[in-house]
C-alpha cells in the first residue's frame, strides 16, 4: 500500500472518531478567556472527562442574550444582579458561585485627574469628571461595563451626557478598552485578570483599588435543558461539577501570572 493511500486510509479512520468528540459550549465572559485561565482549566477538565470545551467569549449581557437563545450550554460570567435575573426568567438552573477576583481603575502615569493611590473609586470618579479627563468606557452591556455604571451612579453622575468628548464608549472587549486607553492616555475600569495579563500597557498604569465595592464575582450555569431541548445537561453539569470540585477550585488557584493569583476560588455548597 502506497503512503498517500496508507494516510487516507488513516484519515478515515481517524474523522469519524474526531466528529464524536464530545464537547460543550460555554459562553464566558472575555476576561476569563483574555486573562489565559481558560489556558489552564479546558485541558485539566478535558484530561479528566474526555469533554472538549468550545468557548464563545463575549461580554456579560451578550453572553446571556445566547444563554436566552439555547446557543450555548453553560453561561460562566460575572454580573451576579443580570444572572439572578436570568435566573428568575427560568433561563438557566443550577447557579453557582466559583470565584471572585476585582476591578481596578487604571490610567495614565501623568494622571490629571489625580486619583493615584485612592481606595473610594466613586471619588475617583469624580474627579475624573471634574477633569473632563479621558474615560474609555466597553459600553457592550459586559460584566464591567455593567459595574462601571454602578459605580458612576454611586459617584451621582451621568457620564453619557459627556459622551463623545472625554467619555467614549467603543462596544469592544476589555482588551480594546486598554489598548484605547494607554494609546491616547486614558482612564479605564478593567478587570484585575485582564489588567495583569495586558502586554500593551505603554504609560498605563493602575491607580485605584481597595475599594470593597470592585469585588468582582463569577458565577456559573446551566441553561436550563426545559426551555432548550438540545442543551448538553450531563457534559454541562460535568464540567459545573468539576469546577466547583476541590481539583477545579485548586487548578482556578494555581493560576498565576508572575507569582500574581489572578482568580480566588469560594465556592460553597
Known sequence: MSFVARLLLALAIALPALAQEPFITVASTT???????????LPAF??????????????TGQALALGRRGDADVLFVHDRVAELKFLEGGHGIERREVMYNDFVLVGPRNDPARIGGGKDV??????????????????DKSGTNA???RYWKT?????????????KEIGQGMGAALNLAAASGGYTL?????WLNFRNRGELTLLVEGDPRLFNQYGVMLIN???????????????????TSPEGQKTIA????????LFFPNYRK
Do not use: C
Not at 46 to 59: C, D, N, Q, S
Not at 190 to 194: E, L, P, V
Not at 225 to 233: G, I, L, Q, S, Y
Open 190 to 194: 478593567s478587570d484585575r485578570a485582564t
Open 122 to 139: 466613586a471619588s475617583a470618579l469624580k474627579a475624573i469628571a471634574g477633569a473632563k479627563a479621558a474615560f474609555i468606557s466597553r459600553g
Open 46 to 59: 478535558k484530561k479528566k472527562t474526555g469533554i472538549a470545551v468550545r468557548v464563545v467569549a463575549l461580554g
Open 254 to 261: 494555581a493560576y498565576k501570572i508572575n507569582g500574581e493569583q
Open 147 to 149: 459595574a462601571e455604571l
Open 31 to 41: 476576561s476569563t478567556q483574555d486573562s489565559g485561565l481558560f489556558g489552564e482549566l
Open 225 to 243: 435543558p426545559d426551555k432548550h431541548p438540545h442543551v448538553k445537561k450531563e457534559p454541562g453539569m460535568q464540567f459545573i461539577d468539576w469546577l
Open 155 to 167: 459617584a451621582a453622575i451621568d457620564p453619557t451626557l459627556a459622551r463623545g468628548s472625554w467619555y
